[in-house]
């Protein structure tokens, strides 16, 4: 398990953070990126779609202080991760699960935009610590569109932690390494 209060920064270029809604993730993700010494760039995802969500974005913002650089980009995740990283900075992507709402929505080839993601990724100057729902967790979605997505975001998640030199997985605000993980023999 990974001290919460006192996480230390990988020395991975790739880190992938997972969890629940409200499971801490975005905390522990943040916490990453401030002890890395580096300027803190927080890449935002998200949309202000309506009021509700405008207050949400407006309360991060404030939370996280003037410290940080934020960017808002809901589909050019690679070009912009591309312009933003450098090895005196840090990137936070929150998240990848809107980052795949916005393209399903905008009809993009997702399976596309998540290959030049991976390739971005490789080339990076400097760390990016990713945020992503683990959505597969839950019930079966009623709808053919929900199922879908949870699909989608499941093949996701997966590409970008195959890609992650470090993977976390926050529930009820406990982080605990996925990977690198000690290897487990299973006696067939």
């Keep these: 398990m990974i001290d919460a209060s006192r996480p230390t920064f990988p020395t991975s270029p790739v880190v ?13 993700a943040e916490r990453l990126i401030m002890v890395s ?12 779609g309506d009021g509700e969500m405008a207050e949400r974005i407006a309360r991060h913002r ?29 990137v936070l992507v929150d998240c990848l699960t809107l980052w795949l709402s916005n393209l399903v929505f905008a009809e993009r080839d997702v399976e596309a935009e998540t290959t030049r993601l991976i390739a971005t990724l490789r080339d990076l100057p400097g760390p990016v610590v990713m945020v992503s729902n683990e959505v597969g967790l839950a019930i079966v979605p009623e709808t053919a569109l929900g199922r879908s997505f949870r699909d989608a975001q499941g093949r996701l998640n997966q590409r970008i932690a195959s890609a992650a030199s470090d993977v976390v997985l926050v529930a009820a605000g ?6 690198p993980a000690p290897v487990v023999e299973i006696a067939l």
């Design 16 to 28: 992938l953070v997972l969890g629940g809604a409200r499971s801490g993730k975005s905390d522990f």
């Design 37 to 48: 010494g580096r300027r803190p760039v927080y890449l935002a995802t998200a949309t202000a």
């Design 62 to 90: 404030a939370q996280r202080g003037p410290d940080w650089l934020t960017l808002e980009e809901p589909l050019e995740l690679a070009a912009t991760l591309r312009r933003q990283s450098g090895p005196d900075r840090a």
């Design 174 to 179: 406990c982080p605990v390494r996925l990977k």
